[in-house]
């Protein structure tokens, strides 16, 4: 794994298929209403290589979290994928088109392979259950043979997130908002997935706890080697923590590139309107 | 999005031991469960003795004499011309309870149920006391009602939680729909259709009565075949309607659930739909409905006095019945005390089993 992430930052801002672990081709999502309808993202063409950290930005209702939404087949009606295909090659598996996966087969795809970092401000956590088997659950449905190894795997999880192992048997209603985002983060790398996509990882969170979060997520990578999608909005998350950006607007893609590169030369309009819209100590907006 | 601070480890602290003179405030806030338990068990005893004073007082205000209606009765079985004397009315008075005034008639009549859990004497049967004759009535009524209201609670349960899951199919909407019609129908209304086809025009059931004659009562393979047989139309008519509205209920409280956000990141996580149904989604929502069931079970006390009339069932509704046409306050007042007693004990269990089946729950600070 480790080397896959030396190679991918070697070839950053390069245009090669052969290491991605999903290749997004002309896709678009469609949410029909009363009113006529609306499509959300339109003819999207992106890949993921493995072992980086891809960021999707663009501003509220630009498609990102639609893409994240579709991505992970959670898309609910009025949400439809009207076109395209998401190519995705997990390892040790035979590559498959996510959006034609259906049943069995996309939920045994789910978390050992492809697993989703949600919101922390977000009730993602079962209120009722312990986050000890918020763990187990997941770990035992996709890897029971690690049924043993509980006990030493969850406080190792929660211990790489900077969480106490006490933290194993606390409800979610006990936790903060920047202790939740911590234990999605375990609960999202436990089986060692191929593909993180996490949606507003920091959203709704005090400037400092952000900073945490993105470093924690940082670690995650160099630890477990996942490969991550970051959806944000905020383009300091992007400068702080992805090694390329994907900028969407108006559900297209309107530039992708290594990130220093689209900071310090950003193609699009659009694009230099976001990063110009990052609040800095000192300058004067407008 | 409230940090709440975890929940206190009783540990010895310094704090606490220096203040030895605040020896009751200390041990609850040590044991927050134990002192809740204990204060709600005194609410329960403040509870019970109110109920059953108001209880006591308002049976007292029932028109008409019961012991004129008794000494009528006595005097129609026995024969018994002669006109009764001062002195045997007197006696009868006493020995119902309905001599001095209205408080020593309550204190009497406490005293006697507190410690001897004593009723006094029923006037249908006299001289058996009331208890004895609402005690030969309550299994049926227990075995019956009890059984039915834990049959359709439960097939409510699981029905309701399946509709509210699958909403917008077909199947679902069929259920619900039905569910909606049929929930308010009165259980007689039901019974009389199920006698109508089951006991006269196919001949299947029987129709009255708890268990045949014929047949000996016992621990007998025949006499609890017989005891089914003859319960399964009373049940059934009960069973029936009750799940429906637990259908329904179960359903309504389902539904917001499962927009929920812990509910998408199941699905996400890959877990088996049963398990996201039972663990994510029924877990987070079925607690009122055991507050609610805890509240139904006094209806059985009350509420099917027409199923058992129906079907000549020898339970608790029919021996209210009698009670009240024969005026006999005893027994009236014994199972209006039996149905709050009931309701009361069921109501403060699932109190104090809350906090056990939802962590959120808590009483205590």
Same mark, same amino acid.
């Given at each position: 794994m480790s080397e896959s992430v030396k190679e991918s930052a070697k070839h950053k801002g390069t245009a090669s298929d052969s290491g991605s672990v999903l290749e997004i081709k002309g896709l678009d999502v469609t949410y029909s209403t009363s009113r006529g309808d609306v499509q959300a993202v339109r003819g999207l063409d992106l890949a993921v290589r493995r072992g980086e950290i891809l960021g999707i930005a663009g501003e509220s209702g630009s498609g990102k979290s639609t893409l994240a939404v579709a991505l992970l087949r959670l898309l609910k009606p009025p949400g439809k994928v009207t076109a395209g295909s998401v190519m995705f090659r997990p390892a040790g598996?035979?590559?498959?088109?996510? &959006? @034609?996966?259906?049943?069995?087969?996309?939920?045994?795809?789910?978390?050992?392979?492809?697993?989703?970092?949600?919101?922390?401000?977000?009730?993602?956590?079962?209120?009722?259950?312990?986050?000890?088997?918020?763990?187990?659950?997941?770990?035992?449905?996709?890897?029971?043979?690690?049924?043993?190894?509980?006990?030493?795997?969850?406080?190792?999880?929660?211990?790489?997130?900077?969480?106490?192992?006490?933290?194993?048997?606390?409800?979610?209603?006990?936790?903060?908002? #920047?202790? @939740? *985002?911590?234990?999605?983060?375990?609960?999202?790398?436990?089986?060692?997935?191929?593909?993180?996509?996490?949606?507003?990882?920091?959203?709704?969170?005090?400037?400092? +706890? *952000?900073?945490?979060?993105?470093?924690?997520?940082?670690?995650?990578?160099?630890?477990?080697?996942?490969?991550?999608?970051?959806i944000s909005h905020d383009m300091g998350v992007h400068a702080q923590l992805a090694d390329r950006v994907a900028v969407m607007y108006e559900g297209r893609l309107v530039e992708v590139g290594d990130v220093r590169q689209v900071f310090k030369d950003p193609q699009d309009p659009y694009t230099r309107q976001l990063i110009e819209s990052i609040p800095q100590v000192g300058r004067r907006t407008s | 999005m409230t940090a709440e601070?975890?929940?206190?480890?009783?540990? #010895?602290?310094?704090?606490?031991?220096? %203040?030895?003179?605040?020896?009751?405030? =200390?041990?609850?806030?040590?044991?927050? /469960?134990?002192?809740? =338990?204990?204060?709600?068990?005194?609410?329960?005893?403040?509870?019970?003795?109110?109920?059953?004073?108001?209880?006591?007082?308002?049976?007292?205000?029932m028109p008409g004499d019961p012991i004129q209606t008794l000494i009528q009765s006595l005097q129609q079985n026995y024969i018994y011309n002669q006109q009764a004397s001062a002195e045997i009315i007197a006696r009868y008075r006493a020995e119902f309870g309905l001599d001095g005034n209205l408080l020593s008639q309550y204190l009497v009549y406490m005293k006697k149920l507190i410690l001897h859990g004593d009723l006094g004497p029923s006037l249908i049967s006299y001289p058996t006391p009331a208890q004895d004759v609402i005690l030969r009535s309550l299994p049926w009524t227990i075995g019956l009602l009890g059984i039915a209201a834990v049959l359709s609670w439960i097939f409510g349960?699981? /029905?309701?939680?399946?509709?509210?899951?699958?909403?917008?199919? /077909?199947?679902?909407?069929?259920?619900?729909?039905? %569910?909606?019609?049929?929930?308010?129908?009165?259980?007689?209304?039901?019974?009389?259709?199920?006698?109508?086809?089951?006991?006269?025009? &196919? #001949?299947?059931?029987? =129709?009255?009565?708890?268990?045949?004659?014929?047949?000996?009562?016992?621990?007998?393979?025949?006499?609890?075949?017989?005891l089914l047989k003859y319960g399964l139309l009373p049940g059934l008519s009960i069973v029936l309607i009750g799940t429906f509205g637990w259908i329904l209920s179960t359903r309504m409280l389902m539904v917001p659930v499962l927009g929920e956000d812990y509910l998408v990141y199941a699905e996400a996580k890959g877990l088996k739909p049963w398990r996201i149904l039972t663990r994510y989604a029924l877990r987070n929502?079925?607690?009122? *409905?055991?507050?609610?069931?805890?509240?139904? &079970?006094?209806?059985?006390?009350?509420?099917?006095?027409?199923?058992?009339?129906?079907?000549?069932?020898?339970?608790?509704?029919?021996?209210?019945?009698?009670? +009240?046409q024969q005026l006999d306050f005893n027994t009236i007042l014994g199972v209006t005390d039996i149905a709050i007693f009931s309701?009361?004990?069921?109501?403060?269990?699932?109190? &104090?089993?809350?906090?056990?089946?939802?962590?959120?729950?808590?009483?205590?600070?």
């Open positions: 598996r035979s590559p498959v088109d996510l &959006l @034609k996966v259906n049943g069995e087969e996309l939920r045994v795809l789910r978390w050992s392979a492809l697993s989703y970092l949600p919101q922390g401000s977000m009730s993602s956590l079962n209120p009722v259950m312990r986050v000890q088997d918020q763990f187990k659950d997941v770990i035992l449905e996709h890897a029971p043979a690690r049924k043993d190894s509980l006990g030493e795997l969850i406080p190792r999880l929660l211990s790489q997130v900077g969480l106490e192992p006490r933290v194993a048997r606390m409800y979610p209603h006990e936790l903060s908002g #920047g202790m @939740k *985002q911590r234990v999605l983060m375990a609960i999202a790398v436990a089986l060692e997935p191929d593909l993180v996509i996490a949606d507003e990882p920091t959203t709704a969170m005090d400037v400092t +706890i *952000q900073r945490v979060i993105l470093q924690s997520l940082a670690d995650l990578r160099t630890d477990f080697g996942v490969t991550l999608m970051v | 601070a975890p929940p206190a480890v009783a540990t #010895g602290n310094s704090q606490e031991s220096a %203040s030895p003179a605040s020896g009751v405030r =200390a041990w609850m806030s040590r044991h927050p /469960l134990a002192a809740y =338990a204990v204060r709600r068990f005194g609410l329960y005893l403040v509870e019970l003795w109110g109920a059953l004073t108001i209880a006591f007082f308002f049976f007292r205000l349960l699981a /029905l309701g939680a399946v509709a509210g899951w699958r909403r917008g199919k /077909l199947g679902s909407r069929i259920m619900t729909n039905l %569910s909606i019609a049929l929930s308010h129908v009165p259980f007689f209304f039901v019974a009389l259709i199920l006698v109508y086809i089951f006991a006269y025009s &196919l #001949g299947w059931l029987p =129709a009255r009565s708890a268990y045949d004659s014929n047949i000996n009562p016992g621990f007998s393979l025949a006499f609890i075949g017989s929502c079925y607690l009122p *409905q055991v507050t609610a069931f805890g509240i139904s &079970l006094g209806f059985i006390f009350n509420g099917n006095v027409l199923v058992e009339q129906l079907f000549n069932y020898p339970g608790l509704g029919t021996t209210l019945v009698t009670a +009240i309701v009361l004990t069921a109501v403060l269990l699932l109190d &104090l089993l809350l906090p056990l089946l939802d962590p959120r729950v808590k009483y205590w600070k």
